[in-house]
């Protein structure tokens, strides 16, 4: 039994420990937010946010999160109105959608830890998400204007 | 012995392939507009208000829109909304749009089957939408009329109130919806003037955001139905070679699993109660695969080359069904419902009159979701189980199964006069067939078919050469080949615009100036290279350090043209800014028109630079993103886009076009910065050390 706090709610787990936390989610919890695009740490699809840092929850093994605070796109603001949301939906930058909450929560832990980031800091933050829609100037733009605002 | 064909078009009036296809096949335009009426007989996209085939209109106002369209991330689900929303006179927030249960009005001539494709999704759709909701809005405000016994010709429909102006008496359209649909449409509605639309044109927000930012849009891997089963596909690793047998015992071991089914000769489906178990037993099986492989056809004499690409859509391929006696649902990420339909009916041993289909968003489709091979897959596993399925390949099988935009070679020779003006030019590639794997029976229809695919934007090319031959030889090859965003015109831009480039080289003529020379006929296209080269500063000194390059290409009736600008220090390669002109007709909205030509930048530069599929031992080298990059943020350039429109042209394709000139575009800026003349991608194989 793995206890662990998602979206601010205690959360009891009778699964193996060695399931990534990604499809604990997905599969048991229903937060389907965060998805699967490699299972490899090479895409940031499944990013989430681990004691408030980025982490990619196909790498994170339930085992090792006993007492651990996740955060997943459904739990990052309760009216979903963060304010990287709100530049997201000013700046249009989703297209296919699909990546977007990976961009959003590592965006989100970007400005945590570097309110005001440059466009360097951006790149090296945001470099393992991938966006096959092509999205990255807009993603840019809109984690400039959530700096601001 | 093998089987080539070589293929001759003497010049570009005969080989256009859209209309080609219209007139032979798919994919093209079907010659007029299919009925808006709601066909007789038991509809599957039955419900209450279904004033025309394209419209429901709800008791509480209400409109849904009905398209056989997916929403991809193209934003086509917006503009349908904002061209149904100013056609009927409704708020764009009474509208949504659904994609339609296959059904007569949905499908396209000649072909009869509903999908998306060749960029049609606003160009093909608006007249029919505009006539469906036009009709609309005379039953509605005849309905009211009657209602209200006063002459229809009183009335007025807007902000989805019939308003009788003598009188002030109003009606909202969902309180005659139920009586309107029970009138006859009339055959000639009268159409709104352009003067008078308040949101086509605009950059309306895109209605699938919001959804987008809180994780709540739901994809086909996002389905969940009671009792559902998770499955994974593991199937047989080399091309072209079937399973031979399987050792399930393994995967029966792991926690979790429930089943191991058999998908023919193609692999297996592991099935268990959630992905994780489903994963770890599809790792655990051993399939065994036929020992004879065919290799991969050689073809040599080539002065171009372009290598097999992967679509890699962020969400791997995936179907959901559910089997309830005689009747069978799919939830399905896809671009044909038709297929869907009659995969999953096969899958799962029913008549498709008896399958729904629920298209979901789709995370990404470019042409890959026209494959249906998933749903059958699917379909047998909820069979064999007797419960709910949910079946993923997972991005291992996504990249190794095969659909590749196919490998193309390609020699090219000028003929110029005195003065170094080009008189004649000669094309010939060779590659396998996109429609070979995606429609057999149209290569098949004799020994010298040419694939309306694999000359495409050369022989329909707008510019005049003088004397003009194309060509193209059929190889063969053990993956299959498939429609990759742009198909034909991926590969064909970056052969023609390349070599225009090295013949301006030759004459020392500057790249812009021949190729105006090249348009000079069609003021058209003119424009539109002439407002990328203006708007790029093309002629004026490039910042320090970079270097511009230029191309041109028109597919799916949009001429856009591209300078990409670009520096190449120590050998590295960056791409600053990429400036775009597209002239696509009529614009319904220019916001989505911005977003897919920076997506379209993105999707060909990600090609041009890194991408390469590659076989050894029948098998796909590249299993995941860490041996298929694909491009970075940190990679992507400012994408400026200039949009043009000439009046009387109707609404052009816009989710492709965007992509052909990436590659030439860049590929000729390297060639300015380095003198470099690369002829093969990707690009960043080539040493571009001094
Ligand atoms: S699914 Fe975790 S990084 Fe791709
Ligand atoms: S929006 Fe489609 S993958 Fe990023």
């Known amino acids: 039994m793995i206890e662990l706090v998602v979206n601010g709610e205690a959360r009891r787990l009778d699964l193996d420990p060695d399931m990534p936390l990604l499809w604990a989610l997905r599969d048991h919890l229903g937060l389907t937010g965060t998805k699967y695009g490699c299972g490899i740490a090479q895409c940031g699809a499944c990013t989430v946010h681990l004691d408030g840092a980025a982490a990619r929850a196909c790498?994170?093994?339930?085992?090792?999160?006993?007492?651990?605070?996740i955060t997943t796109i459904e739990g990052l603001h309760p009216a979903g109105d963060h304010k990287v949301q709100r530049a997201w939906v000013a700046q249009q930058v989703p297209q296919c959608g699909f990546c977007q909450s990976g961009q959003i929560m590592g965006a989100a832990a970007l400005l945590a830890a570097t309110p005001k980031p440059s466009d360097a800091e951006i790149d090296a933050a945001m470099a393992g998400h991938l966006c096959r829609c092509g999205t990255y100037q807009r993603v840019r733009a809109a984690i400039h204007a959530a700096a601001q605002g | 012995m093998d089987r080539r064909h070589?293929?001759?078009?003497?010049?570009?009036?005969?080989?256009?392939?859209?209309?080609?296809?219209?007139?032979?096949?798919?994919?093209?335009?079907?010659?007029g507009p299919p009925p808006?009426?709601?066909?007789?007989?038991?509809?599957?996209?039955?419900?209450?208000?279904?004033?025309?085939?394209?419209?429901?209109?709800?008791?509480?106002?209400?409109?849904?829109?009905?398209?056989?369209?997916?929403?991809?991330?193209?934003?086509?689900?917006?503009?349908?909304?904002q061209i149904v929303a100013d056609e009927l006179g409704v708020p764009l927030s009474a509208v949504t749009v659904e994609v339609a249960q296959p059904e007569g009005p949905f499908r396209y001539t000649p072909v009869n089957e509903q999908y998306a494709g060749a960029s049609w999704g606003v160009r093909l759709i608006q007249p029919r939408l505009r006539r469906a909701a036009a009709q609309a809005r005379a039953v509605l405000v005849e309905a009211a009329a009657q209602r209200l016994g006063v002459p229809a010709g009183s009335l007025t429909?807007?902000?989805?109130?019939?308003?009788?102006?003598?009188?002030?008496?109003?009606?909202?359209?969902?309180?005659?919806?139920?009586?309107?649909?029970?009138?006859?449409?009339?055959?000639?509605?009268?159409l709104q003037p352009a003067a008078e639309r308040r949101l086509v044109g605009q950059p309306v927000p895109r209605l699938d955001v919001p959804a987008k930012t809180r994780g709540a849009a739901v994809f086909g891997q996002d389905v969940r139905l009671p009792g559902m089963l998770q499955a994974v596909a593991k199937l047989s690793p080399a091309h072209g070679a079937a399973m031979a047998g399987f050792d399930a015992a393994p995967a029966r071991a792991v926690r979790g699993v429930v089943d191991v089914v058999p998908l023919g000769t193609r692999g297996v489906a592991v099935v268990a109660t959630d992905t994780w178990a489903a994963l770890k037993g599809a790792e655990a099986v051993v399939i065994r695969v036929e020992a004879a492989l065919r290799a991969a056809a050689r073809v040599v004499d080539a002065t171009y080359e372009v290598p097999a690409l992967a679509h890699?859509?962020?969400?791997?391929?995936?179907?959901?069904?559910?089997?309830?006696?005689?009747?069978?649902?799919?939830?399905?990420?896809?671009?044909?419902?038709?297929?869907?339909?009659?995969?999953?009916?096969?899958?799962?041993?029913?008549?498709?009159?008896?399958?729904?289909?629920?298209?979901?968003?789709?995370?990404?489709?470019?042409?890959?979701?026209?494959?249906?091979?998933?749903?059958?897959?699917?379909?047998?596993?909820?069979?064999?189980?007797?419960?709910?399925?949910?079946?993923?390949?997972?991005?291992?099988?996504?990249?190794?199964?095969?659909?590749?935009?196919?490998?193309?070679?390609?020699?090219?020779?000028?003929?110029?006069?005195?003065?170094?003006?080009l008189t004649g030019l000669w094309f010939r590639s060779a590659g396998q067939s996109v429609m070979g794997d995606y429609r057999p029976g149209f290569m098949a229809r004799g020994p010298a078919i040419l694939d309306p695919f694999a000359l495409q934007a050369v022989t329909d090319t707008p510019y005049r050469f003088g004397a003009f031959r194309s060509e193209w030889v059929r190889t063969e090859g053990p993956a299959k080949s498939w429609l990759w965003r742009s198909v034909g015109g991926s590969q064909n831009a970056f052969f023609l615009e390349c070599f225009l480039d090295?013949?301006?080289?030759?004459?020392?003529?500057?790249?812009?100036?021949?190729?105006?020379a090249l348009l000079a006929h069609d003021p058209r296209r003119l424009r539109v290279l002439q407002t990328a080269a203006e708007t790029s500063g093309w002629g004026t000194p490039a910042p320090a350090g970079r270097h511009r390059g230029i191309a041109f290409c028109e597919i799916y009736d949009s001429p856009v043209a591209q300078v990409a600008e670009v520096s190449v220090e120590r050998g590295t390669l960056r791409v600053h800014r990429v400036t775009v002109a597209i002239d696509c007709g009529e614009v319904v909205n220019p916001g989505?028109?911005?977003?897919?030509?920076?997506?379209?930048?993105?999707?060909?530069?990600?090609?041009?630079?890194?991408?390469?599929?590659?076989?050894?031992?029948?098998?796909?080298?590249?299993?995941?993103?860490?041996?298929?990059?694909?491009?970075?943020?940190e990679e992507a350039p400012v994408v400026e886009t200039h949009i043009l429109t000439?009046?009387?042209?109707?609404?052009?394709?816009?989710?492709?076009?965007?992509?052909?000139?990436?590659?030439?575009?860049?590929?000729?800026?390297?060639?300015?910065?380095?003198?470099?003349?690369?002829?093969?991608?990707?690009?960043?194989?080539?040493?571009?050390?001094?």
Not at chain 2, 7 to 31: C, D, F, H, N
Not at chain 2, 164 to 189: D, F, K, T, W, Y
Not at chain 2, 620 to 629: H, I, L
Not at chain 2, 658 to 678: C, D, M, Q
């Open chain 2, 502 to 516: 090295e013949v301006a080289a030759a004459t020392g003529q500057d790249p812009y100036a021949l190729r105006r």
């Open chain 2, 646 to 690: 000439t009046p009387g042209v109707p609404v052009g394709g816009v989710g492709e076009p965007g992509v052909p000139p990436v590659a030439p575009a860049v590929a000729n800026a390297i060639f300015a910065a380095t003198g470099k003349r690369l002829r093969s991608l990707p690009l960043l194989q080539h040493d571009l050390r001094a």
């Open chain 2, 36 to 81: 808006t009426a709601i066909p007789p007989g038991e509809s599957p996209n039955a419900g209450p208000g279904r004033v025309t085939a394209f419209l429901r209109i709800g008791a509480d106002g209400r409109v849904t829109v009905l398209t056989p369209i997916l929403e991809m991330g193209q934003g086509t689900h917006t503009a349908h909304a």
């Open chain 2, 592 to 633: 989505q028109v911005t977003a897919q030509m920076e997506g379209s930048v993105a999707w060909g530069l990600s090609a041009a630079l890194h991408e390469a599929v590659t076989l050894r031992e029948g098998r796909t080298e590249q299993r995941n993103f860490d041996a298929y990059p694909i491009l970075r943020m």
């Open chain 2, 6 to 31: 070589l293929l001759k078009a003497a010049g570009a009036a005969l080989l256009v392939p859209v209309l080609a296809e219209a007139q032979q096949a798919p994919p093209g335009s079907p010659p």
């Open chain 2, 157 to 190: 429909l807007a902000e989805g109130r019939i308003t009788h102006a003598a009188s002030g008496r109003s009606l909202a359209v969902g309180e005659v919806a139920e009586a309107a649909a029970a009138l006859p449409l009339p055959e000639q509605p009268r």
């Open chain 2, 312 to 421: 890699a859509p962020l969400e791997t391929d995936n179907c959901t069904v559910r089997i309830q006696g005689d009747a069978a649902e799919a939830w399905a990420p896809t671009q044909h419902q038709d297929w869907v339909r009659a995969a999953v009916a096969k899958g799962a041993g029913v008549a498709p009159e008896k399958v729904r289909v629920h298209t979901t968003f789709a995370g990404g489709a470019f042409g890959r979701r026209l494959m249906v091979e998933v749903a059958e897959q699917a379909a047998m596993v909820a069979r064999a189980v007797g419960r709910p399925v949910k079946l993923t390949w997972p991005r291992e099988e996504e990249f190794a199964q095969g659909y590749y935009r196919p490998a193309h070679a390609c020699r090219l020779r000028a003929a110029l006069d005195a003065q170094g003006k």
């Open chain 1, 59 to 69: 790498q994170l093994r339930l085992g090792d999160l006993a007492g651990k605070r």
